[in-house]
Nanobody, 112 residues
Framework: QVQLVESGGGSVQAGGSLKLSCAASGGTFDWCEMAWYRQAPGKERQWVSS???????TYVDSVKGRFTISRDSAKKIAYLQMHSLKTEDTAVYYCAACGKYWGQGTQVTVSS
């Protein structure tokens, strides 16, 4: 049974940093794209960033230069390093794998 478990969320002040982790189990993810999404209160889920099996990364414009996605295939973990956080980054952040598996989400709250 495939399982994705996010961790690393929390509350920070604007300008701060957080690093999210997504631990995968129950499957083989070496050839899967890993991605991060987020959903703010009252808004639709938004794609944030993806990393291909070969390490190609893409980002939504609003986080470029501030967020970095990475993966450790041996450990089956994907990361999202977030710097210079803004209040508008407040959301529940979800990890996704292979375009079809989802984690339960981790809350990120950025205060001014």
């Amino acid at each position: 049974q495939v399982q994705l478990v996010e961790s690393g969320g929390g509350s920070v002040q604007a300008g701060g940093s957080l690093k999210l982790s997504c631990a995968a189990s129950g499957g083989t993810f070496d050839w899967c794209e890993m991605a991060w999404y987020r959903q703010a209160p009252g808004k639709e889920r938004q794609w944030v960033s993806s990393i291909s099996p070969l390490g190609t990364t893409t980002y939504v414009d609003s986080v470029k230069g501030r967020f970095t996605i990475s993966r450790d295939s041996a450990k089956k973990i994907a990361y999202l390093q977030m710097h210079s956080l803004k209040t508008e980054d407040t959301a529940v952040y979800y990890c996704a794998a292979c375009g079809k598996y989802w984690g339960q989400g981790t809350q990120v709250t950025v205060s001014s």
